[in-house]
Structures are given as C-alpha cells and as structure tokens.
C-alpha cells in the first residue's frame, strides 16, 4: 500500500510559479514510477510528467519547458516544479504512483490539489 498526498496548489497570476509535493508513505517508494496528472472541469485527466523509478522522466508537450519534475526518495517525495504559468495549466493535479510486478500493475493516487491560474 503507497498512500500520496499532495499540497502547494492554490491561485497564482500568469507568469507565476508554484511547487507542488506530493508526501508518500508506506510501501518501499524508490520501487515505483512516479507521475503527476492533471483534469480541469469537464476533460479527462492527462498526464502532465513523470519520472521512472531509474531517474527517467517525461513531459507532456504542453508543459515542456515549464515544468520539471523531481523525487526525493530518501524521504519519499515527489515534486511538480511549475514556472510561467498560463490559464490552461488551471486544474486539479494528482500524483500517482505505479508499479508492475510481473502481470499485475499496482496504481495508486493522491487525493489531489488545486492549481488556479488566473489574474
């Protein structure tokens, strides 16, 4: 069992910056890959980056540039580091932690924090 929370969202202007943690506890942390995912009001929930437990990460197009994501697993931490923020990047955003061990994949998400971009 992996339990995810999240905090650092609120309202930041345009242009803004925001870190977003996400505080894991529970099952051995560095065994998993870890991702941030966003869904604003009425769309599915994307992707927005990700980082394999190996170090290996990966960035939605959309936030490529902007974004960078990170862990800690000395202290089982994932972080979203947001910069020049825009109106679209409006969204709740959840962290998630996956792990496959042999057919079966092992899911496990936060409750989510609120990203509000707006002047």
């Known amino acids: 069992q992996v339990q995810l929370v999240e905090s650092g969202g609120g309202l930041v202007q345009p242009g803004g910056s925001l870190r977003l943690s996400c505080a894991a506890s529970?099952?051995?942390?560095?065994?998993?890959?870890m991702a941030w995912y966003r869904q604003a009001p009425g769309k599915q929930r994307e992707l927005v980056a990700a980082i394999t437990s190996g170090g290996s990460v990966n960035y939605a197009d959309s936030v490529k540039g902007r974004f960078t994501i990170s862990r800690d697993n000395a202290n089982t931490m994932l972080y979203l580091q947001m910069y020049s923020l825009k109106p679209e990047d409006t969204a709740a955003y959840y962290c998630?932690?996956?792990?496959?061990?042999?057919?079966?994949?092992?899911?496990?998400w936060g409750q989510g924090t609120q990203v509000t971009v707006s002047s």
């Open positions: 529970g099952s051995i942390f560095r065994m998993y890959d």
């Open positions: 998630n932690a996956k792990r496959v061990v042999g057919s079966i994949t092992v899911d496990y």
